[in-house]
């Protein structure tokens, strides 16, 4: 039996359903604190699977506003769930969710902790990203090391020195003792 040209071992990447797609089309800034919400409001219809309550949600609300509704694709993501758009007389836009649909927590629940699992290693990724990119060399800093090195084969082209430079004698400068003057280090010949 053959591996079709796959070597043992290898995993060969599965295509995302739409529901993963949207789970991991959230901006990288919000995605936490979105799944975050999103994975609450799931688990608690997961736990009361038959009570209203948790089925409506108000897309007007500050904190579901600033988590999901201005957050690029979270209501995209809401509606590949299941939830239903709708205008409420009295409420306004909310989110709701069809009695007929059930949430289990091995497809949806465990989908959101997989996509904050994924965007915990992006975060990762990005960050890793920024601190090589802080590292590289700034246009000025490559500017002056062109400039060094030009100067140095510069030098390297004029050739070696021809004269070097040579020690000359000072005369009528001050006069300095040495350890020899003063008899330091001299053997006194004695035996």
């Known amino acids: 039996m053959g591996y079709a040209g796959y070597s043992p071992g290898n995993v060969v990447a599965e295509k995302l359903t739409p529901l993963q797609q949207a789970l991991q089309g959230l901006p990288l800034e919000q995605a936490a604190e979105t799944l975050e919400i999103i994975h609450k409001l799931t688990k608690n219809i997961v736990a009361n699977p038959k009570d209203d309550k948790f089925r ?3 897309l007007t609300n500050a904190k579901i506003a ?3 509704t201005d957050v690029p694709g979270a209501v ?3 509606k590949e769930m299941g939830w239903v758009a709708k205008e409420i007389e009295g409420e306004g836009s909310v989110l709701e969710l069809p ?3 059930r949430f289990r927590h091995e497809s949806e629940v465990v989908a959101i902790i997989d996509a904050k699992d994924y965007y915990k290693k992006q975060a990762e990724i990005e960050k890793r990203r920024r601190v090589r990119s802080s590292k590289e060399k700034t246009a000025e800093e490559e500017a002056m090391q062109k400039k060094i090195e030009a100067d140095r084969k510069e030098k390297e082209a004029e050739g070696p020195v021809t004269q070097g430079s040579v020690a000359k004698k000072i005369v009528g ?3 300095v003792i040495s ?5 330091i280090g001299k053997s006194s010949g004695g035996g």
């Open 173 to 175: 400068g001050a006069h």
């Open 56 to 58: 409506k949600i108000k």
């Open 99 to 101: 009695s007929s649909l």
């Open 76 to 78: 995209d993501l809401m």
């Open 66 to 68: 600033e988590k999901i």
């Open 179 to 183: 350890a020899a003057d003063l008899g």
